[in-house]
């Protein structure tokens, strides 16, 4: 299982940091493990060509696929 780091706030949420998953072959495999530790939703801060560097060029389409909802915030 991937490091899932839940961030307590106040007032609560749902929040947490995981390091960026594995491209590739290994990115669904990934994915749904972090859908089965909790995440319901993936925000990525890569730029599309970051991501294309590192194997994650479909993750978008990929995290859905898998029951995820993917939002695309490049900075």
Partial sequence: MRDIYWIGTRPKVTLAVVSCPRGDSR???DLVELKVGGID???SLLEPDEAAWLGLGD???MA????????SFPI
């Fill in 59 to 61: 993750d978008g389409l």
């Fill in 27 to 29: 990115l669904r495999s």
């Fill in 64 to 71: 859905e696929e898998v029951g995820l909802n993917f939002i």
């Fill in 41 to 43: 939703t993936v925000v």
